[in-house]
């Protein structure tokens, strides 16, 4: 391969060859939706969805059915008996959060031993047997809390599929089904309505695409100079750690996020905002306001407002369970329990801070202005990257 | 005798003036993320003080819904009506 190739492939590979593949599909199908009317009708972006699961989804995609399908039969299987029951409000939220506990179990154990890549032979293809991805998951416990509340009926298969497989949401953000389900009216909207939107949306999409290629540029210079076998003394690589890496990632993902935000309204449908600026924010609450916006937003209103059953919510506890899970969706490994760890005890103590406020009254006042004001914003973030650094050394002393 | 909407939405406004410290006629503007104190925590404390005025309590499933004073005053009324 040509030396620019080289280097070319070199950059790309951090992100995966999954990112650009999808990229690739959700461009096409949003320029498709665009082009021909007859896919803006429900029927063909319902077929533009399961073109879109099929490229995406390949070898797994019977997993992903049998994930999916499951799920379906299982709601199905709870709103008829719900029906035969005196009480089938109660009948139908307490099964569905059974069925909520169990696919997060799932998800975790599958992940912790590796059930996502058992698979089978068929016409000379390795099929996977389950597919457990983090935004999948996601999808499906949303849609179980919101059926089993009662909040939405039980959708159409044909909505479900058209929903659960939606391109511009395979890899997040996380659209709920009860806002997708508001939208489903205006996918037939006039293409003056669309193009009244069209330059805001180019502009974001450009945006998006800037920001992509700045994270992939970045992800590319940390990988060649701070990489293994790199020469690197640990002041160094912390000095790394601390400045290209977060961006890195955020530049990535908030970028691609963007993108997706502004390739679907192509399709009718808008995504949820994702990211908001959310380096240089006071604390850690305010980081986590702004920080994959749509994913925490779900942790929060189904974990941290939860009173687990007790008259009071207790703060901490379902800090710690909020963050612990919000690990445990990363990965079911100890990095990533240890990562939600760090962001739990930290924000509680940022809980316990502002509980106490008065308490450093004295404190502050030792602060002159600009210091009170830059001092929130560098101890998050310096906090903040140290819940993605610190976890290997931990472990490492652990161990 | 039954609250009508009017009488819930005062005592939504004025419970949700009390908590934020602002203008009864600043309350409509209101909402989590929008007003600085309205965060996560400030809402589990604005959910069990609507609760205690109300003499009611909310569903898990509700509370992440309780957004602004509008949201609040149709879910009390759900409640009330019950």
């Known amino acids: ?399 | 005798m039954t609250e009508t909407t009017n009488d819930i939405q005062q005592r939504v406004e004025k419970t949700l003036a009390r908590m934020f410290d602002v203008p009864p006629g600043e309350v409509s503007g209101l909402g989590m993320g929008l007003h600085p104190r309205w965060d996560s925590m400030a809402h589990m404390e604005l959910v069990m003080q609507i609760e205690k005025e109300f003499g009611l309590r909310f569903p898990t499933y509700e509370i992440g819904e309780l957004v602004n004073p509008a949201a609040i005053t149709s879910a009390v009324e759900r409640h009330v009506q019950k």
């Not at chain 1, 059974?98 to 032979?121: E, K, N, T």
């Open chain 1, 1 to 399: 391969m040509p030396d620019p190739l080289m280097a070319l492939a070199r950059w790309i590979s951090p992100i995966g060859v999954v990112l650009v593949l999808h990229l690739a599909v959700c461009v096409v199908s949003a320029i498709l939706a665009l082009a021909f009317a007859t896919l803006r009708k429900p029927s063909g972006l319902f077929l533009l969805s399961v073109i879109a699961i099929i490229v995406f989804y390949r070898t797994s995609l019977f997993g992903f059915v049998l994930t999916t399908g499951t799920v379906f039969l299982f709601m199905l299987a709870v709103d008829r008996a719900a029906r035969h029951r005196k009480d089938p409000a109660r009948f139908r939220w307490r099964l569905s959060c059974a069925g909520i506990l169990v696919l997060v179990a799932a998800f975790v154990l599958g992940r912790a031993w590796q059930f996502d890549s058992q698979s089978f032979s068929l016409g000379g293809v390795r099929w996977g047997l389950l597919a457990l991805d983090m935004w999948l998951v996601l999808r499906l416990v949303t849609i179980l809390w919101e059926v089993g509340s009662g909040r939405i009926k039980l959708p159409t298969v044909f909505r479900f599929v058209f929903w659960v497989a939606l391109p511009f949401t395979l890899l997040g953000p996380l659209l709920r089904y009860s806002q997708f389900e508001q939208q489903l009216t205006s996918l037939g909207q006039s293409s003056e309505t669309r193009q009244s939107h069209s330059a805001k949306l180019i502009k974001r999409f450009a945006l998006g695409l800037f920001q992509v290629l700045l994270g992939v540029l970045l992800t590319g210079l940390q990988a060649s100079i701070a990489g293994p076998g790199s020469s690197l003394s640990r002041l160094q690589k912390l000095l790394i750690a601390f400045s290209i890496a977060p961006w890195s990632f955020y530049l990535l993902w908030g970028g691609y996020y963007k993108l997706m935000e502004s390739l679907a309204p192509s399709w009718g449908i808008t995504l949820p905002q994702s990211f908001n600026r959310p380096f240089g924010r006071r604390n850690l609450s305010e980081f986590w306001a702004n920080w994959n916006m749509s994913a925490t937003s779900v942790f929060r209103d189904y974990l941290f407002f939860n009173r687990l059953g007790f008259a009071r919510a207790n703060v901490y506890v379902n800090t710690l369970i909020v963050f612990l899970m919000v690990g445990l969706w990363h990965g079911s490994n100890g990095y990533w329990i240890l990562f939600g760890l760090m962001h739990g005890l930290g924000f509680c103590a940022y809980l316990w801070y502002s509980r106490n406020r008065s308490r450093f009254a004295l404190l502050r006042r030792g602060l002159v202005d600009w210091q009170f004001r830059y001092t929130g914003p560098v101890a998050t973030y310096l906090y903040v990257c140290s819940c993605w650094f610190l976890p290997p050394t931990i472990l490492k002393l652990i161990r």
